[in-house]
């Protein structure tokens, strides 16, 4: 009966998704991202770090839509702390109410810590988690502080911990250097094929 | 073969075996949809017979149906499918062409080879005339190459064009198929002609149209795209490894390593190839952070039998390569503590000593200028030039479609 094919075969088609969509709903873990891993690598393609320059620029006029998140201690936070901040300290970044707290956020965010590491983990793991318009100032408070807001210092507008602060072949590139270890093994080439193209 | 040639779950040396079997199942289907009778063929731009646009439309929802659920499911890597890049031009002109051809000569090419081997004569006047016609674009290629790689316009997705999620547009596409399959039965039904021909029995489509219908209001309600995977480190746990700052490694410990040839690290050099090339300590490999998810970086993380310490020229890119990799599920990857500059501070920062005042050294002293000594020995030149070859970014091997 050709009516039974049709109806068969769409049939299997149909409860194998519908199983499929079961299986993964009764067996999938839970792991509470909503960003996948390769999107929120892709983020940082954009300029995901707000140069020292342009937060002068902005922090200058109140009138400019921004808050910083500020991850130091709550003791350093009375201490100083800049305008239009809020204080979330590293160590409670992770908690729940943390979280829903950022995401009450309208404006963008700017955030600042101890150390850029630290500053940079925590844009990774709030971006993972939903959080977007979130930008990092790069080096720490204290630097920020010190060579911007407190008295601008123009050698410090491009600043970044990332940046190699010596050159390092000079001193560190000798012979004793190359003669041990493995050869550096070159990353796999992708091989790229002309591609064919199909039609009917 | 999909997702399992380019992830290596099949050897890529099948690749024509599979190519054959699925090459014979295509031209099966093909034969038994009726689709080597010229008549059949060409009914759908006379009006009368619309199998054809029936069977493609299907098979283009099915494959899309079924694609959409396995991405969701995670079980397929959207990054591996070979998407034909637009040449508009030759894809405007090349369909005219091909639309005429299709009218005067009532197949396309994939149904004039299964024509042909049924023994239709008339398949095999089309086949000579599409070598012909392959032979003359040969021949000719240099007049028409402006026209064949002119307006090149990447790999467009419609639904990114019009700016619609994938769900709204797959579910547009049901109804658009759904829409088209009713129209054209109307057609069909008041045609006197295809109650001449008798080709098809009439299908009771009630149930599968039911299951469409259904599959389309699930995917355009589906709960956000689940995009974890198996291994992949949940929330929490990856907060608590942010927290435990057990992943550093000091400085100290990489050039003792080094100094004394210990070998129990694998250095992981994330910086840009450039900053490699320029500086890299001893055995390093080079994966760029914006490399460290891809296929071809998983070797040079795992599998040395040493302990994984990634660096750069401060904990900052360090850290964030090791975000991505423990997400990922890798286990025990370490991070160099502040980076080169801080490696470059320890060795460098202290006044070279006489060696005559050697004995007054306290036993730190002593270690930092033997290191010192170890790096600086020999040419100023940098450790080992490697050519490095720029790691593409481009899927490694791409799934080759058509109809």
Same mark, same amino acid.
């Not at chain 2, 149930?207 to 198996?230: E, G, T, V």
């Given at each position: 009966?050709?009516?039974?094919?049709?109806?068969?075969?769409?049939?299997?088609?149909? $409860?194998?998704?519908?199983?499929?969509?079961?299986?993964?709903? /009764?067996?999938?873990?839970?792991?509470?991202?909503?960003?996948?891993?390769?999107?929120? $690598?892709?983020?940082?393609?954009?300029?995901?770090?707000?140069?020292?320059?342009?937060?002068?620029?902005?922090?200058?006029?109140?009138?400019?839509?921004?808050? /910083?998140?500020?991850?130091?201690?709550?003791?350093?936070?009375?201490?100083?702390?800049?305008?239009?901040?809020?204080? /979330?300290?590293?160590?409670? $970044?992770?908690?729940?109410?943390?979280?829903?707290?950022?995401?009450?956020?309208?404006?963008?965010?700017?955030?600042?810590?101890?150390?850029?590491?630290?500053?940079?983990?925590?844009? $990774?793991?709030?971006?993972?988690?939903?959080?977007?318009?979130?930008?990092?100032?790069?080096?720490?408070?204290? /630097?920020?502080?010190?060579?911007?807001?407190?008295?601008?210092?123009?050698?410090?507008?491009?600043?970044?911990?990332?940046?190699?602060?010596?050159?390092?072949?000079?001193?560190?590139?000798?012979?004793?250097?190359?003669?041990?270890?493995?050869?550096?093994?070159?990353?796999?080439?992708?091989?790229?094929?002309?591609?064919?193209?199909?039609?009917? | 073969?999909?997702?399992?040639? =380019?992830?290596?779950?099949?050897?890529?040396?099948?690749?024509?075996?599979?190519?054959?079997?699925?090459?014979?199942?295509?031209?099966?289907?093909?034969?038994?949809?009726? &689709?080597?009778?010229?008549?059949?063929?060409?009914?759908?731009?006379?009006?009368?017979?619309?199998?054809?646009?029936?069977?493609?439309?299907?098979?283009?929802?099915?494959?899309?149906?079924?694609?959409?659920?396995?991405?969701?499911?995670?079980?397929?890597?959207?990054?591996?499918?070979?998407?034909?890049?637009?040449?508009?031009?030759?894809?405007?002109?090349?369909?005219?062409?091909?639309?005429?051809?299709?009218?005067?000569?009532?197949?396309?090419?994939?149904?004039?080879?299964?024509? +042909?081997?049924?023994?239709?004569?008339?398949?095999?006047?089309?086949?000579?005339?599409? &070598?012909?016609?392959?032979?003359?674009?040969?021949?000719?290629?240099?007049?028409?190459?402006?026209?064949?790689?002119?307006?090149?316009?990447?790999?467009?997705?419609?639904?990114?064009?019009?700016?619609?999620? *994938? *769900?709204? %547009?797959? %579910?547009?596409?049901?109804?658009?198929?759904?829409?088209?399959?009713?129209?054209?039965?109307?057609?069909?039904?008041?045609?006197?002609? &295809?109650?001449?021909?008798?080709?098809?029995?009439?299908?009771?489509?009630?149930?599968?149209?039911?299951? +469409?219908?259904?599959?389309?209001?699930?995917?355009?309600?589906?709960?956000?795209?689940?995009?974890?995977?198996?291994?992949?480190?949940? @929330?929490?746990?990856?907060?608590? +490894?942010?927290?435990?700052?057990?992943?550093?490694?000091?400085?100290?410990?990489?050039?003792?390593?080094?100094?004394?040839?210990? @070998?129990?690290?694998?250095?992981?050099?994330?910086?840009?190839?450039?900053?490699?090339?320029? &500086?890299?300590?001893?055995?390093?490999?080079?994966?760029?952070?914006?490399?460290?998810?891809?296929?071809?970086?998983?070797?040079?993380?795992?599998?040395?039998?040493?302990?994984?310490?990634?660096?750069?020229?401060?904990?900052?890119?360090?850290?964030?390569?090791?975000?991505?990799?423990?997400?990922?599920?890798?286990?025990?990857?370490?991070?160099?503590?502040?980076?080169?500059?801080?490696?470059?501070?320890?060795?460098?920062?202290?006044?070279?000593?006489?060696?005559?005042?050697?004995?007054?050294?306290? =036993?730190?002293?002593?270690?930092? *200028?033997?290191? @010192?000594?170890?790096?600086?020995?020999?040419?100023? *030149?940098? +450790?080992?030039?490697?050519?490095? =070859?720029?790691?593409?970014?481009?899927?490694?091997?791409?799934?080759?479609?058509?109809?």
């Amino acid at each position: 009966m050709k009516n039974n094919q049709l109806f068969n075969s769409t049939l299997i088609f149909f $409860l194998f998704i519908i199983f499929a969509l079961l299986f993964s709903a /009764i067996t999938h873990k839970v792991k509470g991202y909503s960003v996948a891993n390769k999107e929120v $690598l892709n983020t940082l393609q954009g300029p995901y770090t707000l140069s020292y320059y342009d937060f002068y620029l902005l922090y200058k006029d109140t009138a400019n839509d921004f808050t /910083i998140v500020d991850l130091r201690t709550p003791e350093a936070f009375s201490k100083e702390n800049l305008k239009k901040s809020v204080n /979330i300290p590293f160590e409670k $970044l992770f908690d729940k109410e943390s979280l829903s707290k950022l995401k009450d956020l309208k404006e963008s965010k700017l955030l600042v810590g101890n150390h850029q590491n630290e500053t940079s983990l925590a844009y $990774l793991y709030l971006t993972s988690a939903g959080l977007t318009d979130i930008k990092v100032l790069p080096g720490s408070f204290d /630097i920020l502080y010190n060579n911007i807001v407190k008295a601008t210092n123009p050698s410090y507008f491009f600043y970044n911990e990332e940046k190699a602060q010596w050159d390092f072949p000079r001193q560190m590139g000798g012979e004793n250097a190359k003669s041990t270890g493995p050869a550096p093994a070159l990353p796999q080439q992708v091989e790229m094929k002309t591609p064919v193209k199909g039609g009917c | 073969m999909g997702p399992l040639i =380019p992830q290596d779950i099949i050897s890529g040396d099948l690749n024509f075996f599979f190519a054959l079997i699925i090459g014979i199942a295509f031209g099966f289907i093909l034969e038994q949809a009726g &689709f080597s009778s010229s008549r059949k063929l060409a009914g759908v731009f006379y009006g009368y017979d619309f199998v054809v646009l029936k069977v493609f439309f299907t098979a283009a929802v099915t494959a899309a149906i079924g694609l959409f659920f396995l991405k969701y499911l995670g079980w397929v890597d959207f990054n591996f499918l070979y998407v034909n890049p637009l040449y508009l031009w030759s894809a405007l002109i090349g369909g005219i062409v091909m639309g005429f051809g299709f009218i005067l000569g009532g197949f396309c090419p994939g149904t004039s080879l299964g024509a +042909a081997v049924i023994g239709k004569i008339d398949a095999w006047f089309f086949i000579a005339g599409m &070598f012909l016609g392959v032979f003359i674009f040969g021949i000719f290629y240099p007049v028409f190459e402006p026209l064949h790689t002119g307006y090149f316009l990447g790999n467009p997705f419609i639904y990114d064009t019009l700016g619609l999620s *994938q *769900q709204w %547009f797959l %579910f547009l596409l049901i109804f658009m198929a759904l829409a088209a399959f009713a129209v054209t039965q109307l057609i069909e039904d008041n045609s006197t002609r &295809f109650k001449e021909l008798l080709y098809t029995q009439k299908l009771s489509v009630r149930y599968p149209l039911l299951f +469409a219908f259904i599959l389309s209001i699930i995917i355009l309600f589906l709960p956000n795209q689940r995009h974890s995977y198996a291994n992949e480190m949940s @929330r929490n746990d990856l907060a608590a +490894a942010i927290l435990s700052n057990e992943r550093y490694v000091p400085v100290e410990k990489v050039v003792h390593s080094l100094v004394h040839d210990v @070998r129990d690290l694998h250095l992981v050099d994330v910086r840009p190839v450039a900053e490699f090339n320029t &500086f890299h300590l001893p055995g390093a490999v080079s994966v760029p952070l914006e490399n460290i998810l891809e296929k071809t970086s998983e070797d040079n993380l795992t599998g040395t039998g040493k302990t994984t310490v990634l660096y750069a020229n401060s904990s900052d890119k360090a850290d964030m390569a090791w975000f991505f990799v423990t997400r990922e599920g890798f286990k025990n990857i370490y991070v160099m503590e502040d980076g080169l500059n801080k490696m470059y501070n320890f060795l460098f920062s202290t006044p070279d000593t006489l060696v005559n005042n050697n004995n007054n050294m306290t =036993p730190e002293e002593k270690f930092v *200028q033997n290191a @010192r000594k170890w790096f600086r020995e020999g040419s100023v *030149q940098s +450790a080992v030039k490697a050519s490095m =070859p720029a790691p593409s970014a481009a899927p490694a091997k791409a799934v080759k479609g058509g109809c």
